[in-house]
Protein backbone atom coordinates (compact mmCIF):
# COMPACT_ATOMS: atom_id res chain seq x y z
CA UNK A 1 0.00 0.00 0.00
CA UNK A 2 1.09 3.48 -0.84
CA UNK A 3 1.79 6.08 1.72
CA UNK A 4 3.26 8.94 2.65
CA UNK A 5 4.62 10.76 5.38
CA UNK A 6 5.40 14.59 6.17
CA UNK A 7 7.74 15.69 8.44
CA UNK A 8 9.80 18.75 9.39
CA UNK A 9 6.94 21.48 10.27
CA UNK A 10 6.58 24.19 12.81
CA UNK A 11 6.66 27.49 13.40
CA UNK A 12 8.85 30.17 12.53
CA UNK A 13 9.84 33.86 11.86
CA UNK A 14 9.51 35.15 8.88
CA UNK A 15 12.65 35.41 6.80
CA UNK A 16 13.65 31.56 8.29
CA UNK A 17 13.97 28.70 6.40
CA UNK A 18 12.34 25.17 6.46
CA UNK A 19 13.19 21.74 5.41
CA UNK A 20 10.52 19.58 4.97
CA UNK A 21 10.33 16.02 4.55
CA UNK A 22 8.08 12.80 2.49
CA UNK A 23 8.73 9.38 3.34
CA UNK A 24 7.59 7.37 1.02
CA UNK A 25 6.50 3.87 1.77
CA UNK A 26 5.42 0.93 -0.09
CA UNK A 27 5.85 1.71 -3.88
CA UNK A 28 5.89 -1.10 -6.07
CA UNK A 29 6.27 1.26 -9.20
CA UNK A 30 9.59 2.86 -10.72
CA UNK A 31 7.42 5.52 -12.19
CA UNK A 32 5.51 8.27 -10.28
CA UNK A 33 5.71 11.83 -9.66
CA UNK A 34 5.94 12.79 -5.70
CA UNK A 35 4.73 16.62 -4.96
CA UNK A 36 4.38 18.97 -2.42
CA UNK A 37 1.22 20.84 -1.89
CA UNK A 38 -0.18 23.68 0.32
CA UNK A 39 -3.35 24.70 1.91
CA UNK A 40 -3.40 28.18 3.51
CA UNK A 41 -5.82 28.97 6.19
CA UNK A 42 -9.77 28.91 4.23
CA UNK A 43 -8.30 28.24 0.90
CA UNK A 44 -7.92 25.50 -1.41
CA UNK A 45 -5.07 23.72 -1.65
CA UNK A 46 -2.28 24.05 -4.18
CA UNK A 47 0.49 22.69 -6.07
CA UNK A 48 3.78 23.62 -5.09
CA UNK A 49 6.87 21.70 -6.75
CA UNK A 50 6.85 18.47 -8.19
CA UNK A 51 9.25 15.64 -9.22
CA UNK A 52 9.38 13.48 -11.85
CA UNK A 53 11.15 9.44 -10.82
CA UNK A 54 11.54 8.37 -13.98
CA UNK A 55 13.62 11.58 -15.18
CA UNK A 56 14.17 13.47 -12.08
CA UNK A 57 12.12 16.12 -13.70
CA UNK A 58 11.59 18.68 -12.12
CA UNK A 59 8.06 21.64 -12.13
CA UNK A 60 7.65 24.67 -10.02
CA UNK A 61 4.68 26.31 -9.63
CA UNK A 62 4.62 30.25 -10.47
CA UNK A 63 4.23 31.04 -6.98
CA UNK A 64 7.27 28.94 -5.81
CA UNK A 65 9.72 29.42 -8.51
CA UNK A 66 12.19 31.73 -6.44
CA UNK A 67 12.35 30.43 -2.60
CA UNK A 68 11.18 26.41 -2.70
CA UNK A 69 13.78 23.77 -4.16
CA UNK A 70 12.40 20.29 -4.29
CA UNK A 71 15.35 17.38 -4.27
CA UNK A 72 15.04 13.88 -3.97
CA UNK A 73 17.63 11.50 -1.91
CA UNK A 74 19.37 9.02 -3.85
CA UNK A 75 17.49 5.49 -2.54
CA UNK A 76 14.59 7.93 -3.88
CA UNK A 77 12.31 7.29 -0.78
CA UNK A 78 12.42 10.62 0.56
CA UNK A 79 11.51 14.10 -1.18
CA UNK A 80 12.23 17.51 0.46
CA UNK A 81 11.35 20.81 -0.03
CA UNK A 82 13.55 23.30 0.99
CA UNK A 83 12.03 26.78 1.66
CA UNK A 84 14.40 29.37 2.26
CA UNK A 85 13.15 33.66 3.48
CA UNK A 86 9.50 32.30 4.64
CA UNK A 87 6.60 34.77 4.57
CA UNK A 88 3.86 35.03 6.42
CA UNK A 89 2.00 33.85 3.22
CA UNK A 90 3.73 30.57 3.16
CA UNK A 91 1.98 29.57 6.46
CA UNK A 92 -0.78 26.38 5.74
CA UNK A 93 -0.40 22.76 5.69
CA UNK A 94 2.08 21.26 3.34
CA UNK A 95 0.88 18.15 1.76
CA UNK A 96 2.66 15.65 -0.45
CA UNK A 97 1.34 13.27 -2.72
CA UNK A 98 2.06 10.64 -5.10
CA UNK A 99 0.90 10.36 -8.45
CA UNK A 100 1.93 7.31 -10.78
CA UNK A 101 0.93 9.43 -14.01
CA UNK A 102 4.45 9.96 -13.56
CA UNK A 103 4.73 13.36 -14.91
CA UNK A 104 5.56 15.96 -12.20
CA UNK A 105 4.01 19.19 -14.04
CA UNK A 106 0.71 16.67 -14.53
CA UNK A 107 0.83 16.05 -10.29
CA UNK A 108 1.00 20.10 -9.47
CA UNK A 109 -1.57 21.17 -12.19
CA UNK A 110 -3.71 18.20 -12.16
CA UNK A 111 -4.21 17.41 -8.71
CA UNK A 112 -7.51 16.66 -8.81
CA UNK A 113 -6.91 12.96 -10.38
CA UNK A 114 -8.37 10.11 -8.20
CA UNK A 115 -5.31 7.96 -8.30
CA UNK A 116 -3.09 10.62 -6.32
CA UNK A 117 -2.29 9.62 -2.93
CA UNK A 118 -1.60 12.11 -0.29
CA UNK A 119 -0.13 12.34 3.18
CA UNK A 120 -1.49 13.36 6.44
CA UNK A 121 0.28 16.58 6.45
CA UNK A 122 2.48 18.97 7.94
CA UNK A 123 1.87 22.47 9.33
CA UNK A 124 3.72 25.41 8.65
CA UNK A 125 3.39 28.86 10.61
CA UNK A 126 5.26 31.88 9.77
CA UNK A 127 4.51 34.62 12.42
CA UNK A 128 6.49 37.08 14.17
Known amino acids: QLQLEESGGGWVQPGGSLRLACATF????????IGWFRQAPGKERKGVSC????????YYTDSAKDRFTISRDDAKTTVTLQISSLRVGDTGVYYC?????????????????????WGQGTQVTVSS
Open 97 to 117: AADLRALAWKLCEDSDHEGIS
Open 26 to 33: GFTSEAYA
Open 51 to 58: ISSSDDSI
